[in-house]
């Protein structure tokens, strides 16, 4: 193949069609890459997957035809098969190991859909299954693990339950969740796989729901379908074909999953095959170390139970054993209602009890059992009971969807296995437990639930112990959890170091926002933008290493005495500004010195980001936004000048390095924020300003007059703010006084522009000679001076 790829390039050469060369060199890498990867993972597959296969022909005396105790007639067994006839059948001892022949993708029949799947021994490895779902299949790690267990023979599905596997489904969706069912299309799995497609169709998202299937081979229906032919070498498509109509023990899977594990011990029709590798897997994921994991290093596992019989009071009893929190819905059903019924029960329980619920819930399937198989249910349940801290549970008529949501993340919260009420540790792995409850409440933002059980009055919380979670909550936009952490120890100067700022600003800041940024700036040329703009390219861009060639390599850092660097608070706040994080930044606000000048740089920031951004209804909030902060700038100062007149007005012309040197006059106005312009402390203000020294109380006619009759100054014809202490003096600075004030300059330029006009009129209409008049002198004099004046400007 790469000579033929090699002789088509030489020959496109010599036409001069290089390019057509490279090209199709190109695509032909790709397809010996895929070929290559596709043979790979069949090479890993057969060398770590077995199938079983009965070796030892134990007739089934109960069976009507000539079957074998693992299920199958013996024309069914391999060659070289022996019989059977002193020792009771055993898969372990009965059957044998050989390559798995079914794997690759599953295409369901005039449906469209495509998944995976593997035929694998019942005692595959965990960590060699997990390693070929996460690296081969290139699943991502997940976040999060939900086992639901239920209904396994088919029933008509409550509306309301429908909606609880719904947010189920959203939750596994937001949260990068695996499920685990049962893989048939069949009483609960088919619903939750229809609720998977539902929800798939619905929301248009990048990641699909992960739903994997756990069935038994031996339990599927036309798995004849799924076995490789001999000649198939790499990838595999196996068409699978969904009988419904069909009337047998056997089942078919189901169309909705994405993942088939389909789990084999050498028999035909014998159910629950499955479970052992179910629970080994799902115990070897909760017990994984992700450093990444939101949950505190742990993958986390939920048990999601609904109605139900004996397997699912096994898989709830096994689950509670390994520690595995269970989600009980009541409500809907047998031994869900069973273990709700009996776990508000006060008290040590008796059998009697036990079996008194197990009645009144599963009559006809408790009436049909032996003596000896009720009291091992009585057993299961009284075991799943002695752990009541792992079960939770919500009630059918009122699980909404934050009901469900809340009752997951408190489940999750009580199998981290801390109580409650222990007092708070030193202890190293202690407070790592406590880190990572932290961690899953606020990755599910239960607040009430972190401060009412976490932040107790018998724990102390070092601000370096917050800071992580302090982190995620920025990242995440957790403004109530920012605000917790600071009121219990967070120091937030600490906390952001240059480095954190950095990371939020490389690697937490949307690429569009900085686009906006840049467009505004380059649009307006103002200088905040500007200031902005160059801040946020700073902390993108400067911390980065490149090379300006092969040989330097340079790295650039934000000087120390940089002035953001000084101002960490403010650099916060901008971020979240920019990123119209409301409610946080809000929070942020709030930790800021000067907090008026603040609330207008955010204004003016969001108002002219809200300017050049394409989305309509981002830039009405941005709007919005810049509106709640010019309100507040205007509560904050109308308080101020309330307490200290003085006070107030400096503030108003104090500027900050870390808005760019920008005080709040200039940046309302640059704002145009007219409420906070408009207020009386603002006004006089400015009329002070407009009057200069001169008292705001003198009126205009007795300053025009004063133009003109400069004796009037001194003679107490004008009232003057401040007075002289030294009286020699009094006469000169009243004089420099009046005449610096802008009312008067202003006054002086009118008077000025009137007489120019009066005399540019005369000269022209009445006094224009072949000779340049005195008059005419005076008016190119008079023109001079303007163009000089519009030049100094």
């Not at 036309?222 to 109509?245: K, P, V």
């Not at 059998?351 to 009436?367: A, D």
């Not at 403004?479 to 600490?494: C, S």
């Not at 009312?743 to 009118?750: E, K, L, P, R, T």
Request: aromatic fraction near 10%; glycine fraction near 6%.
């Amino acid at each position: 193949l790469l000579f033929q790829v090699a002789m088509g390039s030489m020959r496109h050469r010599r036409n001069g069609n290089f390019e057509s060369s490279r090209l199709l060199y190109s695509s032909m890498s790709r397809s010996i890459d895929v070929a290559c990867s596709d043979a790979d993972l069949a090479n890993f597959i057969q060398e770590n997957f077995k199938k079983r296969e009965c070796v030892f022909f134990t007739k089934d005396t109960k069976s009507m035809g000539n079957l074998c105790k693992c299920g199958y007639p013996e024309n069914q067994h391999i060659e070289g098969t022996q019989v059977n006839t002193t020792e009771k059948w055993n898969y372990k001892k009965h059957t044998k190991e050989l390559p798995t022949d079914a794997f690759g993708d599953i295409q369901f029949e005039n449906l469209g859909k495509r998944g995976k799947y593997i035929r694998l021994s019942c005692d595959t490895d965990s960590e060699t299954l997990y390693d070929l779902m996460t690296q081969h299949w290139h699943l991502k790690t997940p976040n999060l693990v939900i086992s639901v267990t239920g209904g396994a023979k088919n029933f008509a599905l409550k509306p309301r339950m429908r909606k609880i596997f719904s947010r189920l489904i959203y939750i596994a969706q937001s949260k990068g969740a695996w499920i685990f069912t049962g893989g048939t299309h069949y009483g609960l799995m088919k619903y939750i796989g229809e609720v998977v497609r539902d929800n798939t169709i619905s929301r248009s998202s990048e990641e699909n729901v992960v739903a994997i299937g756990i069935a038994a081979w031996g339990m599927i229906s036309n798995r004849e379908s799924l076995i490789r032919t001999a000649s198939s070498d790499g990838s595999y498509l196996a068409h699978y074909i969904m009988d419904d109509l069909k009337r047998d023990p056997l089942y078919c899977l189901d169309n909705n999953h994405t993942h088939l594990l389909l789990v084999d011990n050498g028999t035909h029709g014998h159910p629950t095959t499955e479970a052992k590798v179910r629970t080994q897997l799902e115990k070897y994921i909760s017990e994984r170390v992700i450093p990444e994991s939101n949950y505190g290093g742990k993958i986390p596992i939920v048990c999601f139970a609904q109605g139900g019989g004996k397997e699912t009071l096994k898989s709830i009893n096994v689950a509670i054993k390994s520690k595995i929190p269970c989600v009980v819905v009541e409500g809907s059903g047998r031994i869900a209602d069973v273990i709700a019924s009996l776990l508000e029960a006060e008290g040590t329980l008796a059998s009697s009890c036990v079996k008194e619920s197990l009645l009144r819930f599963l009559p006809r399937t408790i009436s049909r059992l032996s003596e000896e198989e009720t009291e091992s249910w009585i057993k299961w349940i009284k075991e799943v009971l002695e752990s009541p801290h792992l079960l939770t549970v919500i009630k059918i008529e009122e699980a909404g969807d934050e009901i469900v949501s809340n009752a997951i993340s408190f489940a999750l919260y009580k199998g981290k296995g801390c109580s409650c009420s222990a007092a708070f540790s030193t202890n190293e792995h202690d407070r790592d437990n406590w880190n990572g409850q932290l961690k899953l409440l606020l990755e599910w933002n239960q607040l009430d639930l972190a401060s009412d059980e976490i932040f107790t009055n018998d724990r102390n919380w070092e601000s370096a112990d917050l800071q992580d979670v302090m982190f995620t909550a920025l990242v995440k936009d957790r403004p109530k959890f920012v605000r917790l952490f600071l009121e219990n120890g967070l120091n937030l100067r600490k906390f952001l170091t240059t480095e954190v700022l950095r990371e939020l600003y490389t690697n937490n800041f949307s690429s569009l926002v900085f686009k906006n940024l840049q467009i505004a700036k380059n649009s307006y040329n103002d200088a905040l933008l500007t200031f902005v703009w160059k801040m946020v390219e700073d902390f993108r861009r400067g911390f980065k290493r490149y090379y300006k060639n092969s040989k330097d390599e340079m790295e650039i850092q934000l000087s120390e005495e940089c002035p953001i660097t000084r101002h960490p608070l403010q650099a916060l706040f901008i971020w979240s500004v920019l990123q119209n994080k409301k409610e946080l930044s809000k929070v942020i606000w709030e930790q800021t010195r000067g907090c008026t000048l603040a609330a207008l740089g955010a204004s003016k920031l969001l108002k002219s980001m809200a300017k050049v951004k394409n989305d309509i209804n981002a830039a009405g909030e941005s709007e919005e936004l810049a509106n709640e902060y010019e309100t507040r700038a205007v509560e904050l100062f109308t308080e101020c000048y309330s307490n200290d007149e003085e006070l107030a007005e400096q503030l108003l012309t104090y500027s900050c390095e870390a808005w760019g040197g920008s005080n709040c006059l200039e940046l309302a106005v640059e704002a145009r924020d007219q409420q906070f312009i408009a207020q009386p402390g603002v006004q006089n203000f400015l009329s002070k300003q407009w009057y200069g020294e001169i008292s705001r109380d003198t009126k205009n006619w007795k300053i025009i007059l004063c133009l003109f009759f400069f004796p009037l100054i001194g003679c107490g014809f004008i009232s003057f703010r401040k007075k002289p202490v030294e009286k020699s003096k009094k006469l000169f600075l009243y004089y420099v006084s009046f005449f610096t004030s802008p009312f008067v300059v202003f006054s002086w330029n009118v008077i000025f522009y009137i007489a120019f006009l009066l005399l540019f009129a005369y000269v022209l209409l009445m006094d224009f000679q072949k000779e340049p008049t005195a008059l005419e002198i005076i008016l190119y004099v008079l023109v001079f001076i303007l163009l000089c004046d519009e030049v100094r400007q």
